[in-house]
């Protein structure tokens, strides 16, 4: 960092303001992997949903600060049954499709990187 730069803090509207919006945009994209999480649909396409939500969401803020990273902060993982947490599949790894009865656990973040 620079000597010009200075070290944004929350002490700052504007980074309360990211905050806030990332967390409604997190909320959303939870809520959207919630409702779509069903018997049937695939870990896969709902990591997808979660994370393409995000993406669309926070590239239709702060476009004029073009310097500033945004968007996932932490990819949409959905954790079945004995499988604790953060599992991402890639395209490549074997789908796994939902079963009723299954315990989801869901997680995601969103992010600005001021």
Known sequence: MSDEEQEQTIAEDLVVTKYKMGGDIANQALRLVVEAAKPGVSVLSLCEKGDAYIMTETGKVF?????????????????????????????????????????VKISQSCGYLH
């Open 63 to 103: 476009k004029k600060e073009k310097e500033m990273k945004k968007g996932i902060a932490f990819p949409t993982s959905v954790s079945v049954n004995n499988c604790v947490c953060h599992f991402s599949p890639l395209k490549s790894d074997p789908d796994y499709t939902l079963k009723d009865g299954d315990l």
